[in-house]
């Protein structure tokens, strides 16, 4: 609430074990134990009181503030030294403070997005409020239908019925406005982004700032034998027997000969017709026998001991390099601690 809580240079606005965890995905964390000496010991209000996370660089003698996080408290603990434990969870949690009620919705994605922030916007108080800016996410046909009589909280709802069928990922900035009459007024977009597309200028080099790099070789997902099943329609669904000699299923030979015969179905709700069926079912049988790779990357921050180096962001594309284990290329900053 526009109040220092923790400054490293106070002797009384002090918090001890801050964390600060960013993720990609999610509403974010933040989380302190305030003594009882901090003057805003007994003004932290839980679920009213917004908090924010700045970082402050100096250069050529001036202070730069950039925001890392801005959430509301949802508990309080007090230990024996009544030292009181926050718990933040970041500000698109807020779209758990309004329920969605019955609707049908028919037309663009940017339009039922719009339809869900105005409509939660209209049953917060103003700091719990988005304005929607921008929107990359698309529908082929750019038609789209949608409807609800469950009464889910507006964050269930945007990411049931936008992220889980759609993809992409929403993201919130605060900026500070000019209101026309010379003052100016706090005001928080959201965006529904397709990709990640900014990248990160630090890299993160083996020798330098990685502190571990750990590779995950799967193959629980492998399917050699794919049956592609369409609409179900009177209690049966599409197949592709009559386009494919009588078979229901599709194989892929020389996987079979190294993995196996392992058999698997997908489903395409939306397909009707038995040959369109079956190629979308060559495409999920390639995509199925490949072995999945996941890479973990733990870096530390160079911006922390030299501002000049530009700091980490999370949602960023960063370049990470490592001679050793033969690898260079562009990753995703999926999570920061700080």
């Not at 302190?32 to 003698?61: A, G, H, M, W, Y």
């Not at 997902?221 to 027997?241: A, F, H, Q, R, S």
Request: a negative charge; aromatic letters at 10%.
């Amino acid at each position: 609430d526009d109040k220092v809580v923790y400054d490293i240079r106070s002797q009384d606005r002090i918090v001890t074990s801050p964390r600060l965890t960013l993720e990609t995905g999610k509403n974010g964390t933040l989380s302190f134990r305030i003594p009882k000496t901090n003057p805003c010991f007994n003004l932290i209000n839980l679920k009213k009181s917004i908090f924010r996370v700045f970082q402050v660089d100096i250069k050529e003698n001036k202070k730069i503030y950039t925001q890392l996080f801005r959430g509301a408290a949802n508990t309080r603990d007090e230990d024996f030294y009544f030292r009181g434990q926050i718990e933040i969870e970041g500000e698109l949690a807020f779209f758990n403070d309004s329920i969605v009620r019955k609707y049908e919705y028919k037309g663009s994605v940017v339009g039922l997005f719009q339809k869900y922030v105005n409509e939660h916007n209209a049953k917060v108080d103003d700091d719990k409020k988005f304005y929607v800016r921008n929107c990359t996410v698309i529908d082929p046909n750019d038609y789209i239908t949608r409807a609800n009589e469950n009464y889910p909280t507006t964050k269930e709802e945007m990411d049931n019925k936008l992220i889980d069928l759609l993809g992409g990922h929403f993201e919130t900035e605060e900026v500070e406005e000019d209101d026309g009459q010379g003052n100016t007024a706090k005001k928080v977009y959201i965006d529904y982004l397709a990709d990640y597309t900014e990248y990160n200028t630090q890299p993160i080099v083996f020798g330098r700032n990685m502190l571990d790099f750990t590779k995950f070789i799967s193959a629980e997902d492998i399917k050699t034998v794919i049956i592609p099943l369409g609409k179900k329609e009177n209690d049966e669904y599409v197949t592709i027997k009559s386009v494919n000699n009588g078979k229901d299923y599709i194989e892929d030979t020389a996987a079979i000969n190294i993995f196996g015969r392992i058999e698997g179905t997908v489903t395409h709700d939306d397909v009707t017709v038995p040959s369109n069926l079956l190629s979308k079912g060559r495409k999920d049988l390639a995509d199925s026998i490949n072995l999945s790779t996941t890479i973990n990357i733990t870096a530390a921050d160079l911006h922390e001991l030299d501002v000049n180096v530009e700091a980490l962001r999370v949602g960023r594309l960063t370049r990470v390099v490592s001679i050793p284990h033969k690898w260079d290329r562009y990753m995703l900053l999926t999570k920061l601690e700080l």
